[in-house]
């Protein structure tokens, strides 16, 4: 019987000019899944870097090419994870956040792993708790446009340290979702970096400024405690029930739900009590749902139906609003805290 092929590509010190220059060249020069290992100035650890998980998000890959091209020389051993390069180059390039009958990968880092999503997941998680690095960070773009923040599910000042190192935001969460900052098998901080809009070219300057100093960093916690941070806790998710519709325009839809286009404008800004949201169709409110991180459902805390309109019901924060349609309906609408 043979042995089953690996499910990730692995590329051992690769020199500068065997990095093609083109970035598509580059990931259909990888061809699938790939691990990329660099030896460090500091061999005893290991610094991890982790991106394309969704395949529309394409900051990390970016930065992550053009440190590869200049030939960087990092302070550890560094291992750099592109996931879903075969997403990333579907037509069009870079707007596939997974295809047609997948798993979303950022929601397969718990069980159950019998697909190839799952499977790639436990491979990665395996591996990573083999090598106990000193820390992850997994880079990705936000689904709407705004400005760059982190995200983190195990708080601590090790992960402010980290989250400081590409933004002054950081959200500590209890939801629980399957993504990649959820594992603990590694034994060190786990960090998500939402860049920014895929769309925004500042997104690919804090990916890759933020990565070089990650990478570049001799002591990676050194005054870790002194950090500060515009810090949100514990936020939660309006979601679109299953068997409703969602669209977004400038004016109401025969959708259940219609955002308002612009809306993704709110990102980090405080809204106030009666913001206007969203057109709600016949069912009205019943097609949305607010979770918590035990499950409950508090809609009726946050929103409320003001003539055929979703309006929220106090002052919030919302992030991570996204006027994709499919996002928005697969996913979230988006995250909101309330201001304290």
């Given at each position: 019987?043979?042995?089953?092929?690996?499910l990730?590509?692995?590329?051992?010190?690769?020199a500068?000019?065997?990095?093609?220059e083109?970035?598509?060249?580059?990931?259909?020069?990888?061809s699938?899944?790939t691990?990329?290992?660099?030896?460090?100035?500091?061999p005893s650890?290991t610094?991890?870097?982790?991106?394309?998980l969704?395949?529309?998000e394409?900051?990390?890959?970016k930065?992550i090419?053009r440190?590869l091209?200049?030939?960087f020389q990092?302070?550890t051993?560094?291992?750099?994870v592109l996931a879903?390069?075969?997403t990333?180059?579907?037509e069009p390039?870079?707007?596939?956040?997974?295809?047609?009958?997948c798993?979303?990968?950022n929601?397969?880092?718990?069980p159950?792993?019998d697909d190839?999503?799952?499977?790639?997941a436990?491979?990665?998680?395996?591996t990573l708790?083999?090598?106990q690095?000193e820390?992850?960070?997994?880079?990705h773009?936000t689904?709407?446009?705004g400005?760059?923040?982190?995200?983190?599910?195990?708080?601590?000042?090790e992960h402010?340290?980290?989250?400081n190192?590409f933004t002054?935001?950081?959200?500590?969460?209890?939801?629980?979702?399957?993504?990649l900052m959820?594992?603990?098998e590694?034994?060190?901080p786990v960090?998500t970096?939402?860049c920014?809009?895929?769309r925004q070219?500042e997104s690919?300057d804090v990916?890759?400024?933020?990565?070089?100093?990650?990478l570049?960093?001799?002591h990676?916690?050194?005054n870790?405690a002194?950090?500060?941070?515009?810090?949100y806790?514990?936020?939660m998710?309006?979601?679109?029930?299953?068997?409703?519709?969602?669209?977004?325009?400038?004016q109401?839809?025969d959708?259940?739900?219609t955002?308002q286009?612009?809306?993704?404008?709110?990102?980090?800004?405080?809204v106030e009590?009666?913001q206007?949201?969203?057109?709600?169709g016949?069912?009205?409110?019943?097609?949305?749902?607010?979770?918590?991180?035990e499950?409950?459902n508090?809609?009726d805390e946050?929103?409320?139906?003001?003539e055929?309109?979703?309006?929220?019901?106090?002052p919030?924060?919302?992030f991570?609003?996204?006027e994709?349609p499919h996002?928005?309906?697969?996913d979230?609408?988006f995250?909101?805290?309330?201001?304290?």
């Open positions: 019987m043979g042995q089953a092929e690996p990730w590509n692995t590329w051992e010190a690769p500068p000019n065997e990095i093609p083109n970035l598509e060249e580059f990931l259909c020069h990888l699938g899944p691990v990329i290992s660099l030896p460090g100035a500091d650890t610094r991890v870097a982790v991106t394309l969704h395949g529309n394409p900051s990390g890959a930065a090419h440190l091209r200049e030939g990092p302070a051993n560094t291992l750099l879903c390069i075969a990333a180059l579907t390039l870079f707007s596939h956040r997974l295809l047609p009958g798993r979303d990968m929601r397969c880092f718990k159950p792993f190839y999503q799952g499977q790639l436990k491979s990665l998680i395996d708790a083999g090598l690095p820390a992850i960070v997994d880079l773009n689904s709407g446009d400005p760059a923040f982190a995200v983190t599910s195990q708080f601590g000042v402010m340290s980290l989250a190192l002054s935001r950081l959200v500590y969460t209890d939801l629980s979702l399957g993504s959820e594992i603990t590694p034994g060190c960090v970096i939402e920014g809009g895929a070219a690919d990916a890759y400024q933020g990565l070089q100093e990650y570049l960093r001799p990676l916690f050194k870790a002194a950090v500060q941070l515009d810090l806790r514990h936020p998710r309006l979601e679109l029930k299953e068997g409703f519709q969602i669209d977004c325009s400038s109401p839809t959708a259940d739900v955002l286009r612009g809306v993704q404008n709110l990102n980090f800004g405080e009590t009666g206007q949201l969203a057109w709600l016949e069912q009205g409110m019943a097609a949305l749902q607010v979770k918590d991180g499950g409950g508090r809609l946050f929103f409320e139906q003001r055929g309109m979703l309006c929220t019901r106090q919030l924060k919302l991570m609003v996204t994709n996002i928005a309906a697969t979230c609408l995250y909101l805290v309330g201001v304290e």
